[in-house]
């Protein structure tokens, strides 16, 4: 970290930073980001049957006063935030609950866990900044014009419910409980919304291009351009977000330049992982899938659930274009891998077993 | 119109709501939990008149009819009293009590206020279910069972759920007195308890931890059971849990002296077993005939169903709050017996009391037999 970078942040090198969900996908390379960066008072917050074993490898390599100390306890445990939250001065609350079928689960997760770190910030008052992530998962996209740009003045969901999707629901009741805190108590936060996370380690191919849910796979997205921000550019932008001074209460979308379609995705994916077959359906059949499924839902009161509907297919599968130009404006962040590189460092990891599609 | 609250708004409070909105007739005045978050969640989510973060304040301001306690086990008991004691009827979530002691206290209490009680054994409300009382009933077993065998499978090859009560050590089901098989095994031993006669039935049990489970860490949480049931008057039952055989059942077989039936819950399909045997090689050739217009059957009523908007994943709850509503409206017996409830609650305990107390121990264990208490 040079000196010209480090008088824009608005903690010291030595200041405690506590991350939750440092031992997932993202919280990883974040670790790693903010250890590059030089900073040596790392508190990771992790589950009792976490492995730790790279975060404790992390703390052995970097050396020379550099603390990563690992916390194990539970989100959900006031005891627990209130000992993790102790001293520190900023937070990259990552942890979540991903379950996207179970409303109470997906809330108790996410909405649950995070009131008590704000609570417990509360309690220690040292807090400079709350860096809450959260999704893309939260924008509407409906009235949106088909084409028209996806930027982070977009309106999310209005009624999280409507979807049917638990973590979208989850997701947005998080941002509104950080915004209240800072209402009523003054918590300092910036929110960030990545678009699709992908990278090794997290090999699946997202819903943006197609499901597989009636045994084969279905490619909806299309022409369409997927949201993709690779692991590492998006742990670099978190990290900014945590770091950067007078951008407190800013929303930032992170996602990559020159991101590709979804076709040429599933193109490369099958030319450089493995083939398989795909039945595309055009725009207007995917919509009136989605259509017909919520009105059947609908009237058969919930005989099948409406796990297909018209705001999920304007989430996912409507043609949207996205911008990073806040991030690169207001952080200064730049992609560390080209989109290219990302691709083939994903597919060779997919190639090798780690994952599957 | 019946005043209904929901007291716990985790999962399955959410399934709750949802079959409750659905019958004519009734209103959720109010959803409670001790975690105001989660109340409000359910509360925003559900056509619910409000949410409380204090039971007291729930009964007192709402004033319910009925409350459905959907909250973790350890809590069932005290807050069903509770409930009982303001004079509100009461749906309490499977398993109903931790010990069977305390389900006769409700009971009990249930009977001298002039109230009523239910479990939350609804899969003996499915539609497959309902069919085969209605044959039982009628006769088709020839007689009281002779033998019963109820299979109830739990899937935990997704480590996710798994990982989570591994994870956490105050993780409300490793405190139950069964564990991971308390909160689970209810429906299958339910099915059992509806088709036994005595009150004081013998149980041998057998447990041990999957190496699967113990893969993950979890040695001191059994994941197979295997037990034995035995009346005086020489009925039978066998129940088995698994977490790892394949394909995961949940079915139920009943035989009596003159013929059989197996219930697949999850197909929802329900098949008649014949004892009457047929001469030489027609054995070998018509069966299978009549077992596969037997599918078709099935196969015929399902879309039936679908197309009625009936094969809901949840019917038989819906049936079973149905039920109940009606019984607190027109003053009829409750759905489910208590002794039903009851027996459930002896067998469960006593399972417990074998596989629990020898946990220590690595692996198999065959209990002597223990008779219940019918006090």
């Known amino acids: ?357 | 119109m019946l005043k209904v609250a929901i007291v716990g708004c985790g999962k399955i409070a959410d399934v709750h709501a949802s079959q409750i909105q659905r019958i004519g007739g009734c209103k959720i005045v109010g959803v409670c939990d001790k975690e105001p978050l989660m109340a409000r969640q359910l509360w925003e989510r559900f056509p619910v008149e409000r949410h409380y973060g204090e039971l007291a304040e729930l009964l007192s301001e709402a004033r319910p009819d009925v409350v459905h306690i959907t909250t973790p086990p350890q809590s069932h008991f005290d807050i069903a009293r509770f409930c009982l004691e303001w004079g509100c009827h009461v749906y309490v979530e499977k398993p109903f009590t931790l010990r069977a002691q305390e389900a006769e206290v409700l009971i009990a209490l249930a009977n001298e206020r002039g109230l009523k009680l239910t479990a939350g054994h609804d899969d003996q409300f499915s539609n497959v279910a309902r069919r085969m009382r209605r044959l039982v009933q009628n006769g088709y077993l020839g007689g009281p069972a002779v033998h019963m065998e109820s299979y109830f499978c739990y899937d935990l090859g997704n480590p996710t759920y798994a990982r989570a009560f591994l994870g956490d050590k105050y993780h409300w089901v490793r405190n139950l007195p069964g564990k991971l098989l308390h909160n689970i095994i209810s429906h299958g031993i339910a099915r059992l308890a509806e088709f036994l006669t005595s009150e004081s039935p013998q149980v041998m049990a057998y447990g041990f931890v999957s190496p699967f489970l113990k893969s993950l860490g979890g040695n001191e949480i059994i994941d197979e059971l295997r037990v034995i049931v035995s009346e005086e008057d020489g009925t039978t039952a066998y129940f088995t849990f698994s977490s790892q055989m394949r394909p995961l059942l949940h079915q139920f077989r009943i035989y009596g002296p003159a013929n059989g039936l197996i219930l697949d819950q999850d197909h929802e399909t329900l098949i008649k077993l014949r004892g009457t045997k047929l001469k030489s090689y027609l054995e070998q050739f018509v069966p299978p005939v009549v077992f596969a217009r037997q599918h078709l059957k099935n196969v015929a009523m399902n879309v039936r169903a679908f197309l009625a908007r009936e094969l809901r994943m949840s019917a038989g709850m819906s049936y079973l709050i149905e039920s109940f509503y009606r019984s607190i409206n027109e003053g009829t017996p409750p759905p489910i017996p208590y002794r039903e409830i009851l027996l459930t609650a002896r067998i469960m305990e006593s399972i417990f009391h074998q596989i629990c107390a020898n946990l220590p121990r690595e692996h198999i264990q065959i209990q002597p037999q223990s008779t219940l208490s019918a006090d």
């Not at chain 1, 409507?162 to 918590?187: H, M, P, T």
Request: aromatic share 12%; net charge positive.
């Open chain 1, 1 to 357: 970290m040079n000196q010209a970078e480090q008088a824009n942040f608005i903690v010291r090198k030595n200041d405690p930073i506590l991350i939750t969900g440092a031992t997932g996908f993202i919280g990883s390379r974040l670790v790693e980001n903010l250890l590059d960066r030089g900073f040596c008072n790392l508190r990771c917050l992790c589950r009792p049957t976490s492995e730790v074993t790279r975060l404790e490898e992390l703390s052995g390599f970097y050396r020379g006063g550099v603390r990563v100390e690992v916390v194990r306890g539970n989100l959900l445990s006031r005891k627990d935030c209130t000992a993790a939250m102790e001293d520190v001065a900023v937070v990259f609350h990552l942890a979540t609950g991903r379950d996207a079928r179970s409303f109470p689960d997906a809330f108790m997760n996410s909405v649950i866990t995070t009131r008590n770190l704000l609570e417990a910030s509360k309690q220690h008052d040292c807090l400079k900044r709350f860096v809450n992530v959260s999704s893309f998962t939260v924008y509407a996209n409906k009235q949106n014009p088909r084409r028209r740009l996806l930027d982070e003045t977009c309106p999310i969901e209005g009624d999280g419910r409507l979807r049917s999707d638990a973590y979208c629901f989850a997701k947005i009741k998080q941002e509104e409980i950080v915004a209240e805190y800072n209402r009523r108590i003054g918590i300092p936060y910036v929110t960030v919304r990545p678009g699709y996370v992908y990278g090794p380690g997290h090999e699946t191919i997202t819903n943006r291009v197609g499901i597989d849910t009636f045994g084969f796979f279905l490619h909806l997205g299309g022409s369409n351009t997927i949201p993709f921000t690779y692991v590492e550019n998006c742990a670099e932008a978190i990290a900014l977000a945590g770091l950067i001074e007078g951008i407190d209460g800013e929303v930032f979308n992170i996602v990559d330049d020159d991101l590709p379609s979804s076709s040429l995705f599933l193109r490369l994916y099958k030319r450089d992982v493995k083939h398989f077959r795909s039945l595309y359906v055009p725009h207007a059949a995917s919509y009136a899938l989605c259509y017909l499924w919520e009105r059947y839902s609908e009237w058969s009161r919930g005989q099948v659930p409406p796990v297909f509907n018209c705001s999920k297919w304007h989430a996912f599968w409507k043609k949207t274009r996205y911008s990073n130009e806040r991030l690169k404006m207001r952080l200064g962040w730049k992609p560390k891998i080209s989109t290219e590189e990302g691709l083939r460092r994903y597919f060779e990891s997919c190639r090798n077993g780690k994952g599957h599609a």
